[in-house]
């Protein structure tokens, strides 16, 4: 059985930084894609970031660009998402999810198999 438990969510400032962790247990010898999405209250669940399995391909969305950047080290089986600039509407509960497989393209909340059980990302004005 897979695991993801994320760390490293907080309350900030505005313009301020975070870096999230996801570590990932279970099922680590196959190759996976890794994201990060959040859900603000109300609202959701939405695409952020997504890395391909040997980490030379991302995809983000377009509200995050240019400010995050997601990244993975697959020998602690640990995916990482560092955010920068941060901005209120940044405030959310942020998920780390996994598929099996190399579409690194996934965006879809569906499409993705094994989730952790998420970090809060506070963002004051």
């Known amino acids: 059985q897979v695991q993801l438990v994320e760390s490293g969510g907080g309350l900030v400032q505005a313009g301020g930084s975070l870096r999230l962790s996801c570590a990932a247990s279970?099922?680590?010898?196959?190759?996976?894609?890794m994201s990060w999405f959040r859900q603000a209250p109300g609202k959701e669940r939405e695409f952020v970031a997504a890395?391909?399995?040997?980490?030379?391909?991302?995809n983000y969305a377009d509200s995050v660009k240019g400010r995050f950047t997601i990244s993975r080290d697959n020998a602690k089986n640990t995916v990482y998402l560092q955010m920068n600039s941060l901005k209120p509407e940044d405030t959310a509960v942020y998920y780390c999810?996994?598929?099996?497989?190399?579409?690194?393209?996934?965006?879809?909340?569906?499409?993705?198999?094994?989730w952790g059980q998420g970090t809060q990302v506070t963002v004051s004005s």
């Open positions: 890395i391909s399995w040997s980490g030379g391909n991302a």
């Open positions: 999810g996994r598929k099996d497989g190399r579409n690194w393209l996934a965006t879809g909340v569906f499409e993705y198999d094994y």
């Open positions: 279970g099922r680590t010898f196959t190759v996976y894609t």
